[in-house]
């Protein structure tokens, strides 16, 4: 059958495409059906891959890959941003676990990064053979720590990002060459950049942080939608009192620009949004 790519998001057209070669090439496996159009004027595409031969698709029971059984944990699923793993999140208001498998090996089993642990959580995503997690078990400010693929549990974990008693840790946003830091201090959000120094290291290493400078004494800003683990722009929304909501793009790579320094952005304008 046609391969999907797992290296990125696939386009509408290029799905469409993509789940109407496989119906063509396995019949006997694969059948596509519209089952209405969207907001947009788009085809929903109905998806059904099962043995016609031994019966409907609707009529076969599950395949259970997990069955959280403790009531106060919700799951979930997701992915890494590289599209390598797929990812399991088992999780509590204060406790959670990851479950891990790769994306193109579903029929395989999903491995446990660390058990859980109560008071404990961490995020997780992955670069390199490495899994980066951003964990409060050193403290509620949060720290970052890597592992090998091989060997994810805590005992294995090297850290990356200590723990700031100043500045919390809200989110660790992972990318090929650039992480960005999202923390808080003196109350006001601050993103901060590191670019990797590690090409061809088994170990990551960090580059001091540049921080994303802002023109004024109060506002909100937080990371955007920003999907492509390859970019060099990373987008973050940014308003205040005086300022209307707004989504900024930050050139990583652009490192002497004269028309855009250290530090600061381009704005970039959406649809329906206030520029």
């Known amino acids: 059958m046609t391969p999907a790519p797992t290296d990125r998001f696939i386009r509408y057209d290029e799905l469409t495409a993509l789940v109407h070669a496989w119906a063509r090439e396995r019949p006997d496996l694969v059948s596509v059906a519209s089952i209405g159009r969207s907001h947009e004027g788009r085809e929903l595409w109905l998806l059904s891959i099962t043995n016609a031969k031994t019966g409907p698709a609707d009529e076969k029971p599950a395949d259970v890959q997990l069955h959280e059984q403790d009531e106060r944990f919700n799951v979930g699923v997701g992915r890494t941003r590289d599209m390598q793993y797929l990812l399991v999140e088992i999780g509590s208001h204060t406790t959670n676990e990851y479950c891990f498998l790769r994306a193109d090996n579903p029929t395989d089993q999903f491995q446990v990064i660390a058990p859980r642990v109560d008071e404990q959580e961490y995020y997780v995503d992955h670069r390199n053979g490495r899994f980066y ?95 492509n683990f390859a970019s060099q722009l990373y987008r973050y929304s940014y308003q205040s009192l005086v300022s209307p909501p707004s989504v900024y793009e930050y050139n990583v790579a652009r490192q002497n620009d004269p028309g855009l320094p250290i530090g600061s952005s381009r704005l970039r304008a959406w649809p329906g949004m206030s520029a």
């Open 133 to 227: 997690i951003r964990t409060n078990d050193a403290g509620k400010n949060f720290r970052v720590v890597t592992a090998p693929v091989e060997t994810p549990g805590r005992e294995y974990w090297q850290e990356l990002l200590p723990l700031d008693p100043a500045g919390p840790l809200e989110d660790f946003d992972l990318f090929a060459g650039f992480a960005v830091a999202t923390r808080r201090k003196l109350g006001l959000p601050a993103l901060e950049i590191y670019r990797f120094r590690d090409s061809g290291a088994a170990t990551p290493a960090l580059s001091d942080p540049v921080a994303i400078t802002f023109p004024e004494p109060a506002y909100t800003a937080a990371q955007h939608v920003n999907r």
